[in-house]
């Protein structure tokens, strides 16, 4: 009676529950008990022919059947009576859905998963787009001729970065490992091609935001969320700094903040990983103090007030239950005002970048006092970004000057 899915519990015999348990987690699946090994072997049976039938029709799925369907509230609650009734779907979303259910991924990096897959799945490949191809036709050639080139070039703003490519290839290669594991491929094809950092011949270009249509967003944002916004564009905090801010970092005497923490997806607290915690900031750089305007430290003082003069450790900007705002809330709000009255295309980031631009033109020349109150962990870094609005700055101030020594 020996088989490596059934297996007595001998724990469960001695009090005289069902012992024989039957393991269809290599599956997909969960734990289930029967009272006898003939039981759970005609349950076990009967699975394996079922999974037979699935491996046997998954040769003919494109990879858009192998993702599945992304849930919504009546297929979720389809996914748990599966997950209930040991009858698990042989699709990569049902497969992560079932990890987070149990705890693995966030909820929102579930989310993120939507976005990114439309995206690749849509990337044309000789005629097909990649959801219609099935997996074992997809070859090393298509992933370095046509998914990854076009995942480089095909960003909202022009071209993505290496790090938002890495992440979208990360996921197109989770998918065929799951695929492989199906049956539906031999190997990963994505794993074999060549994937590099490109080698950046000039400056990132970035837009340069006018204050008027920063003060005209400022008119049209929601009460809520104004003063995170001022707060943005006044000090340049990236967004994960400024959602860990707490009073305690507000310095009210010296009119500046104290930059030590930053918003994290996973933090270690006691040896144990923690979701949606607060970790070290970015860089060593990072670690920076920021003058803060006055109208905003104003604003600041009056928040401070209305909330009772808090705790030092309650968050600046945190929730009214003293937590932390969620990393998409302010990014969403801005973006639904900016589309109302423009056909821009902004993120959070961009706050920052205004600020940068605001500093090199009251700076000029002193690149170090910039890149130091940006905390970039390299000079290069600030040269490379904003090297192209310096140089506009340099021939601006030439041409003023040019110009004043004319004789009209």
């Known amino acids: 009676m020996n088989n490596k899915y059934i297996k007595q519990d001998k724990q469960k015999l001695r009090i005289n529950q069902s012992s024989w348990r039957l393991d269809l987690r290599s ?7 029967y009272a006898t090994f003939g039981q759970a072997k005609k349950e076990l049976d009967g699975f394996l022919k079922l999974e037979k039938q699935k491996v046997e029709d998954s040769d003919n799925w494109t990879i858009k059947d192998l993702l599945g369907e992304f849930p919504d509230q009546d297929t979720k609650y389809e996914w748990d009576q599966r997950l209930k009734n040991n009858d698990p779907l042989r699709t990569f979303y049902f497969r992560e859905y079932k990890n987070m259910k149990g705890g693995k991924p966030l909820p929102d990096y579930f989310d993120k998963y939507k976005f990114q ?11 097909k787009t990649v959801g219609e191809l099935r997996p074992r036709d997809l070859t090393v050639e298509h992933c370095e001729t046509y998914i990854l080139p076009t995942l480089f070039n095909s960003g909202k703003k022009g071209k993505r970065s290496y790090k938002t490519v890495k992440e979208m290839r990360s996921c197109l290669n989770k998918l065929l490992a799951f695929g492989k594991s199906r049956n539906c491929l031999a190997q990963n094809p994505m794993l074999d091609a060549e994937f590099k950092k490109p080698v950046l011949t000039d400056p990132i270009k970035i837009e340069k935001l006018s204050t008027d249509f920063i003060h005209e967003i400022d008119n049209h944002l929601p009460k809520s969320i104004r003063l995170a916004y001022r707060f943005a564009c006044g000090t340049g905090l990236r967004s994960g700094e400024q959602r860990a801010l707490t ?4 310095n ?11 918003a994290k997806l996973k933090v270690v607290v006691n040896g144990e990983v923690e979701q949606h915690g607060v970790g070290q900031v970015k860089t060593t750089t990072s670690n920076r103090i920021v003058p803060i305007p006055a109208n905003i430290l104003k604003d600041l003082k009056e928040l401070y007030i209305k909330q009772g003069r808090p705790a030092g450790t309650n968050f600046v900007f945190g929730t009214k239950y003293n937590t932390m705002v969620g990393r998409t809330y302010w990014r969403e709000q801005l973006q639904k005002v900016v589309k109302s009255i423009s056909e821009k295309h902004m993120r959070w980031h961009d706050l920052r970048h205004y600020y940068a631009s605001k500093m090199l033109e009251y700076f000029g020349d002193d690149i170090w006092t910039v890149s130091n109150l940006m905390g970039h962990s390299d000079i290069k870094i600030t040269q490379n970004v904003y090297g192209h609005w310096m140089q506009d700055l340099a021939r601006k101030q030439k041409l003023q000057q040019q110009i004043a020594n004319i004789n009209f």
């Open 247 to 250: 009073w305690e970092d507000i």
């Open 117 to 127: 897959f439309d995206t690749m799945l849509a990337i044309n490949v000789g005629g």
């Open 252 to 262: 009210f005497e010296m009119s500046e903040v104290n930059v030590r923490r930053s």
């Open 27 to 33: 599956f997909g699946g969960g734990t289930k008990f």
